[in-house]
């Protein structure tokens, strides 16, 4: 496959717009019942119809057999190769939160936990406190001070909370402090490479200080830092394509997702219906939109097959307005399957459009798993994409004399 | 994918024979009014034949997405991975005016150009002066000796010309001189690497020897160079494949991207009919023939779809007088696609087929895009495609224990 710095030789700004659609764990299984797919099962004439007029395939994500996260699934569909550019736990963890994340930051997960009388865990999710009890302790905790980085202590839900750390020179490559079970004593952090001895001081520093603060609050007396990572800091879609992006999501995890990638957020409101007025609100203004709807991959998470069909029949209805729009470019596509059998992310391959003016049409002539498998797109990485999108909006020149 | 060095280890000599016909730019988009391609249309019942026994598939030269110029196309289907063997445009200008270009020479574009009197750029053409002008001031130029290397300057059409320069430790990592519009001043020859420091002494030595020398030659009184490049020295299709390999081709271009793959050139004469006699002619002496044919990708960038038919219909009757021949492997495919409807290379896949005694058929019955796109091949990169023919022409032993 073709690197970020070569695409980036041959990417021409022009007019012409790409529209991705993502719909979040879009493959699925076919159901005990009846053999068919939530996909199979949907009635969908505007998929049907994109499909006919543009060319079909399947993407992997990540490689076959690999069943992606949310971070890896998004950053392929963005051109990323997502087994080189790593989003860590922690970045995605304040990424869900909408925290402005920024170059150089250092974020990990942390768990409020009870410890005994000899440093001991006890429970390492201290009884699950309450939401309310956790804001009121990360209150507390936002007092710490560290010689040499600010940090940002902001929680999540129940025990769970996320930090921050903001400073020069720091790096994510350092262990857990978390041992993952009762019966032990929380480990200090250690740095795994010499760039990362100031994250580990700050790191100790930050558990040491906290477990003073903390020592009255049993059963949330201490607390488990893991998933230090640090803001992947990707060469943004605007220097590699010449884009102008924008993003309509509801969730934070992809509107951040989508920040990484340099785009631009816009807003979205809270439905579907939403973020398809985002879209044509913004129309003018972009030259690349990533869109991206939830429903699909949360009935699927459920295992509610009738949710997740009902939910690709709303999109379907939608897409007219993509459509109406008439993007030079358009993909549909997922970021992986989640079929509502397995209640999951699954690594099976995705179905893929893409539509163009130059797409050269097959003969799939309706938008599911058994159909796009033999479109003439073939069985492909998802990263590749972005360069197809590009190529068939007329914005790469030729490559080599 | 195998490496290069890999399959080397395999390789064997027999006595059996390989012939790739690269039909130039093949691939093709639906015509507007008959939503069928080139080859859809044309009426091909060799090729079809051909695919019915053979194997098919779609190869892409490059990567998804990529357009590729002439040398990335034809180094692919000669086995080399062409986003690792690069030809830069200067190389590729001398083997396109049949200059004997060899392992070390430096090539370059040039342009004459006029200058003011305070040395600013006026016009990057020259007026765009005669061929016949530009001999003569070519001859003029070829009185420059420069220390430490040997220079030859070509004249190619109106004010464009090559430049070689031969000598030891030569680079081409330097900045073209070329400005690249008008109403700035040439720039110097800068190196990029510590390498190429000879090279720009050099190329600085000759454009203030020529600017002098063409002082009074307004509108041509300066020269300006671009596209600098080394001979990519290749490792041979002999010392890779142990084949004895030949080319057949009209254009000078083709011939010289065949050559620097090892090959010898075979004398062709100018029609494609002279092209397959001259393969009848030589076949005794060679067990791998390249047969290029031009046509198709003339017609295509000229935007001329019947043309384009017209050519591949041509090549199908030719393509009998291979076919008698009988040799072991006959792959037919192109370097890249050039859609009539485009008048430009593109992007999109080409067909290929693959027919040996062992090539295990698929059920693809003629040889067209829609048809080839669902062939057992699949769809794959063009570099394997040297692979797959060894190995039926039964060239390739065992990998591994």
């Known amino acids: 496959m073709i690197s970020i710095n070569q695409i980036k030789e041959l990417s021409t700004q022009t007019p012409s717009k790409i529209v991705l659609l993502v719909i979040d764990g879009l493959g699925g299984l076919p159901s005990p019942d009846t053999g068919k797919s939530e996909l199979e099962t949907a009635h969908i004439p ?47 963890e304040v990424l869900g939160i909408d925290f402005d994340v920024k170059k150089g930051d250092v974020a990990a997960r942390g768990n409020f936990c009870t410890i005994d009388q000899t440093g001991i865990v006890t429970d390492r999710r201290a009884g699950r406190i309450s939401t309310e009890k956790n804001t009121e302790l990360c209150q507390e905790l936002s007092n ?16 769970r909370f996320a930090l921050v750390f903001r400073g020069d020179e720091l790096s994510g ?11 032990l004593a929380p480990k200090s952090v250690v740095p795994l490479t010499p760039d990362a001895r100031k994250i580990a001081r700050l790191a100790n520093d930050y558990i040491a200080k906290a477990k003073t603060i903390l020592a009255d609050h049993s059963p949330a007396n201490m607390i488990l830092l893991r998933g230090f990572s640090q803001h992947p800091d990707l060469p943004t879609m605007s220097e590699i394509y010449k884009l102008n992006a924008a993003a309509i999501a509801v969730y934070p995890m992809y509107r951040g997702l989508a920040k990484l990638a340099g785009m631009e957020i816009l807003d979205a409101g809270a439905s579907m219906e939403d973020e398809f007025d985002s879209l044509r609100r913004y129309y003018p203004d972009y030259d690349y939109f990533f869109i991206h709807i939830k429903k699909t991959d949360s009935s699927g998470e459920d295992g509610n097959f009738d949710a997740k069909v009902t939910a690709l029949e709303e999109i379907d209805r939608l897409l007219t307005r993509i459509i ?23 690594w099976h391959p995705v179905p893929v459009i893409l539509y163009s003016k130059h797409c050269r049409p097959d003969n799939v002539r309706e938008f599911s798993e058994s159909a796009c498998y033999s479109g003439a797109l073939g069985r492909f990485p998802a990263a590749e994409v972005m360069a197809l999108a590009m190529a068939n909006a007329r914005k790469l020149v030729k490559f080599g004399a």
């Not at 940090?151 to 129940?158: D, G, N, Q, W, Y």
């Not at 490559?173 to 019966?183: A, H, I």
């Open 324 to 346: 109406d729009l008439d993007p030079d470019v358009l993909v549909v596509s997922g970021d992986h399957s989640t079929p509502a059998v397995l209640k999951s992310h699954s």
């Open 173 to 183: 490559e350092v262990n857990d402090s978390d041992p993952q079970q009762v019966g």
């Open 46 to 92: 505007n998929l049907d119809r994109l499909a006919t007029k543009g060319i079909c395939g399947m993407i992997d994500p990540v490689s076959p057999g690999i069943t992606p996260g949310s971070a890896p699934g998004h950053l392929a569909l963005f051109g990323y190769n997502p087994l080189e550019f790593i989003v860590g736990r922690g970045i995605l």
């Open 144 to 159: 710490i001070v560290l010689k040499g980085a600010e940090v940002f202590v902001i929680p999540v839900r129940e025990h």
